[in-house]
């Protein structure tokens, strides 16, 4: 695959077959609103893979959940079997929970893809979930802050995250550290959780082997042809 991404890559084998691409659509359920508020609140979440615990995707030990879709084209992005359809449909209370459960042995989560932001409406679900527990919350997307601002969906998707990683990976301004693919991608602190300078300790890669068997090579390593992983 292409060496480079504009957030964090992930691939994940088993057997020769990449984790999470199943090639089914995703399911929405409709949200109801009534006079006491919404009474249906889950919606499905099209997901490429999920890895319990990564060093590499974040400040500390975090949960790690990539979307699938990505309609940006990023030119040398380094995860582009996440970009068109497949994935796992999962219910955003699912991969929630599944976060929740880890609560003790985890700093934080992190949202990355395929764009996290063009499933807005399950972005935003998820992060509210998890968000009083007290786990940190990070989100890697290609727009750029603007962009988000400018959209009320948006928006709303990240308004519980502590930071958002913004911006369209640049293959001329490469850099593949803190968890920037390309020099323009910014921080944006939502809260004053994180800073920068807690993403410059951030490893560049990791691989996670799973009691399953499952081989998990994530983080902003930058893989040269004969490094890729098969």
Request: charged share 25%; net charge neutral; proline share 6%.
């Amino acid at each position: 695959m292409p060496r480079h991404h504009r957030g964090t890559g992930v691939a994940a084998r088993r057997r020769g077959r990449v984790a999470g691409t199943h090639g089914r659509g995703v399911q929405h359920r409709r949200r109801i609103t009534g006079a006491a508020g919404p009474v249906v609140a889950l919606t499905a979440w099209q997901v490429h893979a999920v890895l319990s615990r990564s060093a590499a995707n974040g400040p500390g030990t975090r949960f790690v959940v990539w979307t699938q879709g990505c309609s940006l084209g990023c030119e040398g992005c380094f995860n582009p079997e996440t970009h068109g359809a497949g994935g796992e449909p999962r219910d955003v209370r699912d991969v929630a929970d599944e976060a929740l459960s880890l609560k003790e042995d985890v700093e934080g989560v992190t949202v990355s893809g395929g764009e996290p932001l063009e499933q807005p409406a399950a972005l935003r679900e998820f992060c509210a979930l998890v968000r009083p527990s007290g786990l940190g919350i990070v989100v890697l997307s290609g727009f750029a802050r603007k962009e988000i601002e400018a959209s009320p969906e948006m928006l709303a998707a990240v308004e519980n995250a502590d930071m958002v990683v913004a911006g369209r990976y640049n293959r001329r301004l490469h850099i593949a550290a803190g968890l920037r693919g390309s020099s323009n991608k910014e921080y944006w602190a939502i809260t004053p959780r994180y800073s920068a300078d807690d993403f410059a300790a951030v490893p560049e890669s990791e691989v996670v082997i799973s009691p399953d068997g499952t081989v998990a090579v994530t983080g902003m390593h930058g893989w040269g042809d004969d490094e890729r992983p098969r």
